[in-house]
């Protein structure tokens, strides 16, 4: 361990905008033997006790109009001073270790930018929630970044502030994907570390997941389209993986989305979602279509018109 003095800072930023009540567990969360931290929160134009909250705890307040996550998350960059950087969204946590997993990952490896690990997932009451696992990544991040996002919780990655400066931070107003539009920048001209520890909690709950799945879709494939590799490169056909994998993922979540509306006879935002999947992910749309248009013809099909299969006699 190095002395105290010599020990680096880790600055460990929150963006909070309503979430006073998950505040404190954050805050707590950000400890480590191996360096010393600096906790900022940015109040992100909340309505709720989160600048009482903050006040009450040892960290660096920065007040804003809301602005969007990513907007916070710069502010707090600008405003910390730590060596190495991680974004902690005040809902999640950090784990016992965390900063201590991803400090020695970066100074152990001094030519990578960034390093991740793993993250649970659990409810809003904190109960752990089934997640799947994420294959360990050696070589090649950027190929596999173009083809899916390896980091599902910002928090389970530490950047090296440097790395973080010459990438110009977060793009503001992709606030659906702007952590994957950062790691695909740093990857494609940096070493990356997968260092495949368990270090953050994701708290799912309600008001992070219902009614995003448009804005995901249209931001995530922005930023895929922002970071295309040209046509006649080897990572070309990850990017195309990628692309309609997204598509997919996003588009299904959108059109369940779109349902709901029409269960709720919420007709008006139903079509106004209906035309972003139109637009962003075709083809989920008309494969949609073809199966509701299947079933209705197996319905309307009497049974006398279906002949019966037989099985052949054996000989």
Request: glycine share 8%; proline share 5%.
């Amino acid at each position: 361990m190095r002395p105290a003095d010599l020990r680096p800072i880790v600055s460990v930023i929150i963006p909070c905008h309503g979430e006073a009540r998950f505040l404190v567990d954050a805050v707590r969360s950000a400890s480590a033997r191996s360096a010393r931290v600096q906790v900022v929160v940015v109040d992100d134009g909340s309505t709720d006790e989160t600048a009482a909250v903050a006040r009450g705890l040892d960290v660096m307040l920065v007040r804003q109009p809301n602005g969007g996550l990513a907007a916070a998350r710069n502010v707090g960059l600008r405003a910390s001073t730590g060596e190495f950087v991680i974004f902690l969204d005040a809902g999640d946590r950090l784990l016992d270790g965390a900063i201590d997993d991803g400090v020695h990952a970066l100074v152990s490896s001094p030519g990578c930018a960034m390093a991740y690990g793993r993250a649970t997932v659990t409810g809003a009451d904190g109960e752990p929630c089934p997640t799947g696992e994420m294959p360990t990544v050696r070589t090649g991040h950027h190929a596999a970044f173009l083809q899916t996002n390896l980091i599902g919780v910002l928090a389970a990655a530490i950047f090296r502030r440097a790395a973080l400066t010459r990438a110009g931070g977060f793009a503001e107003g992709l606030d659906g994907a702007a952590d994957y539009d950062l790691y695909l920048r740093i990857s494609r001209d940096a070493r990356v570390l997968d260092h495949g520890c368990c270090v953050a909690a994701y708290r799912r709950h309600p008001a992070a997941t219902n009614g995003n799945a448009a804005r995901r879709l249209r931001d995530t494939l922005e930023v895929m389209r922002r970071n295309c590799p040209g046509p006649r490169t080897p990572l070309h056909g990850a990017w195309r993986e990628g692309y309609a994998r997204w598509q997919e993922f996003y588009g299904t979540q959108l059109l369940e989305e779109i349902y709901a509306h029409v269960h709720e006879r919420a007709f008006a935002e139903a079509g106004r979602k209906s035309l972003v999947l139109l637009s962003r992910a075709p083809r989920v749309l008309a494969r949609e279509i073809a199966l509701k248009a299947r079933s209705h013809s197996d319905k309307a099909m009497p049974d006398a018109d279906i002949p019966a299969v037989r099985p052949r006699a054996e000989t």
